[in-house]
């Protein structure tokens, strides 16, 4: 490969760097992309009164990347294993997920998202630290429960009411709500008794939200933390995109590349005056 287009190469890796929103809340960064969905259903959804359409509900698997992630970023990632794929779950019913395109997640707490379009008028503050702790609480006592196309299903309805409705009116199956499904299965019937019973179960699952402001948000399990608190609110410390010591590592990069033509260059030569 020639000097120039290695310089141009690293320009654009410069660049590509520096796309995408950090917000104040981000706990960290990564490159995402939507790959499938597993024991999905497709499910008619209705918010304020309003039809929203029909939309698949279940377990979605994401492909992540090492490059520029960051913070929490770097762990959700190394979680994946060599699959590069790790569980998710949407977190935000008003946009799609991004069609067949990586795209840059900043990672935050489930107190900061969803985030994008009628998200930010509905939470211009987060969805608040109750319902944060509802959501650790859903994936401490059923998170280890998906394993079929009922209790996937019934897990994205339940996180979605507990996002879009208003604490102690939970009901994914309820048409006097704000958020409900008019499809009807066992998976409704357990969604309705696991979020009867929350209360119940410790806040204390991990749980970070791959936030996008143009596309799908994503909620992602992280572990059980020591004391409860999942939910986030703990004083997390935003950490910057450090393009600075990016540079550096690529301007490393360049010069040892530079300097291993020169030697291979000499080399060859050094051959041809002894042949």
Not at 1 to 16: E, F, R, T, Y
Not at 62 to 89: C, M, N
Not at 108 to 115: K, L, N
Not at 237 to 250: D, L, N
């Amino acid at each position: 490969m020639k000097i120039k287009q290695l310089k141009g190469i690293l320009v654009a890796l410069l660049l590509l760097a520096g796309c995408g929103e950090v917000y104040a809340a981000s706990v960290g960064g990564m490159y995402g992309l939507y790959w499938n969905m597993n024991h999905k259903k497709r499910v008619s959804l209705y918010h304020g009164g309003r039809y929203l359409g029909k939309t698949d509900a279940g377990l979605i698997n994401l492909r992540t990347h090492w490059y520029a992630a960051r913070g929490e970023g770097k762990d959700i990632h190394e979680s994946a294993g060599p699959s590069w794929q790790v569980p998710a779950f949407s977190f935000d019913i008003f946009q799609q997920a991004s069609p067949c395109r990586w795209r840059y997640y900043n990672v935050v707490e489930p107190i900061d998202g969803p985030s994008g379009g009628k998200n930010n008028k509905l939470f211009p503050n987060g969805i608040g630290q109750e319902k944060a702790d509802d959501i650790s609480r859903l994936y401490t006592g059923h998170y280890a429960e998906v394993k079929n196309k009922d209790t996937a299903v019934a897990f994205q309805l339940s996180l979605w009411e507990i996002i879009y409705e208003d604490k102690g009116k939970y009901n994914v199956s309820k048409k006097s709500g704000d958020f409900y499904t008019a499809t009807k299965g066992k998976f409704t019937s357990l969604a309705n008794d696991w979020l009867s019973n929350l209360s119940s179960v410790s806040a204390s699952s991990k749980v970070r939200v791959l936030s996008d402001n143009q596309y799908q948000d994503y909620s992602v399990y992280m572990g059980v933390v020591q004391g409860g608190g999942g939910g986030g609110g703990g004083g997390a410390v935003p950490e910057p995109i450090t393009m600075f010591s990016m540079a550096a590592g690529i301007g490393g990069i360049y010069v040892y590349l530079r300097k291993r033509r020169k030697s291979k260059s000499m080399q060859a030569k050094l051959i041809e005056q002894h042949m």
